[in-house]
Nanobody, 122 residues
Framework: QVRLVESGGGSVQSGGSLRLSCAAS???????MGWFRQAPGKEREGVVV???????RYADSVSGRFTISRDNAKNTLYLQMNSLKPEDTAMYYC?????????????????WGQGTQVTVSS
């Protein structure tokens, strides 16, 4: 069982930045983890994932604007979000335990945090 707790969400204007954190009960170097988001009325979608070797896969919609990173000493995964757009507004979730390497499909992940809300106004 991997426990995940997200933080760092909030409200920003278009073009702004936020950094999300995901505190995990075990090291992000030991388990594949990633960030997903879900807007009202839409399916949960993959934002970016990282495997244990540090390989990453980004959704096209965020590539070049978002950056995933991890801190082994703090058992924490981060998502730096720059140049935010209104369409980035969603609940953001941290996930762990992928059954398919570097998958951006939510149904391939075993463990989830409770989510943190990101709202971007125009």
């Amino acid at each position: 069982q991997v426990r995940l707790v997200e933080s760092g969400g909030g409200s920003v204007q278009s073009g702004g930045s936020l950094r999300l954190s995901c505190a995990a009960s075990e090291s992000p170097y030991n388990v594949e983890m990633g960030w997903f988001r879900q807007a009202p009325g839409k399916e949960r979608e993959g934002v970016v994932v990282m495997d244990v070797d540090g390989n990453t896969r980004y959704a096209d919609s965020v590539s070049g604007r978002f950056t995933i990173s991890r801190d082994n000493a703090k058992n924490t995964l981060y998502l730096q979000m720059n140049s935010l757009k209104p369409e980035d507004t969603a609940m953001y979730y941290c996930a762990a335990g992928a059954r398919v390497q570097l998958s951006l499909h939510y149904y391939h992940y075993n463990y989830w945090g409770q989510g943190t809300q990101v709202t971007v106004s125009s």
